[in-house]
């Protein structure tokens, strides 16, 4: 199907350090909508690191808080932004402490401990916005199921239109593609020191989340709303 797919992520304020650094190792910025400058102490070649990135540049640096959908006709994007509006009333701003983590294969920012207020945020996400969710092709969810899915992951697939939300869910920020085997060591190790240089021990922060916007099936998502959280600290 073409046309265009929403989503509601966690994206760090733009001016903060934890984004830039975010946007910077993906090399783009999904406020702009921009090429950034990769950071000069990750020596590796600009091609290189462009293919290590690809996938997760497509949508930003972000936590998916509800997966990407198309939306139905009946519904009109600020539709989105007023549910964002009222959601947003009622969650606390969340604190954590993050790391640099190999999951799957992959390298992403997770808190280093479980935070169930951050379980509840991406919890009440999904069912706050499935009502504008055009249910998924079935093409799609055959991609979804050659992954393996466990059933109850199908179960979830078929019911919210991604496989990973309530207990399959684990907020990351994703930093790589899945990396080969040999590589993922150094990887790994380069981007902790990166990040350990650029955000040191400081807390992250969700103070908002945001509505994204991928135009059609090629395209990078982009911010296109964002809504302070204005209830007392959490986490």
Not at 48 to 57: G, I, M, R, V
Not at 71 to 84: C, H, K, T
Request: charged residues 25%; neutral net charge; glycine residues 6%.
């Amino acid at each position: 199907m073409e046309g265009p797919r929403f989503a509601i992520y966690f994206v760090p304020a733009a001016g903060t350090v934890f984004y830039r650094f975010g946007a910077s190792v993906l090399g783009y910025d999904c406020y702009t909508g921009e090429a950034v400058a990769r950071p000069r102490a990750i020596d590796l070649p600009e091609s290189d690191w462009a293919a290590l990135t690809a996938e997760p540049a497509t949508y930003g640096f972000h936590a998916t808080l509800k997966a990407p959908f198309r939306l139905r006709g009946d519904f009109e994007p600020e539709d989105i932004r007023a549910r964002l509006q009222t959601l947003a009333a009622s969650i606390p701003v969340i604190h954590f402490a993050g790391a640099v983590q190999l999951i799957a294969g992959f390298v992403a920012v997770v808190p280093v401990a479980p935070l169930p207020a951050i379980d509840r945020l991406a919890a009440d996400c999904v069912t706050a916005f499935d009502h504008f969710r055009l249910p998924a092709t079935e093409a799609e969810r055959n991609r979804r199921l050659a992954a393996g899915l466990s059933p109850r992951q199908t179960e979830h697939l078929d019911r919210w239109g991604y496989p990973y939300v309530f207990e399959e869910f684990r907020f990351h920020m994703t930093l790589t593609g899945r990396l080969d085997p040999e590589r993922r060591e150094a990887i790994h190790a380069r981007l902790q020191c990166e990040f350990a240089r650029q955000c040191g021990a400081d807390a992250i922060q969700i103070d908002r989340i945001a509505l994204v916007r991928q135009a059609e099936p090629r395209a990078r998502f982009r911010v296109v709303s964002q809504v302070r959280l204005t209830r007392n600290s959490a986490g």
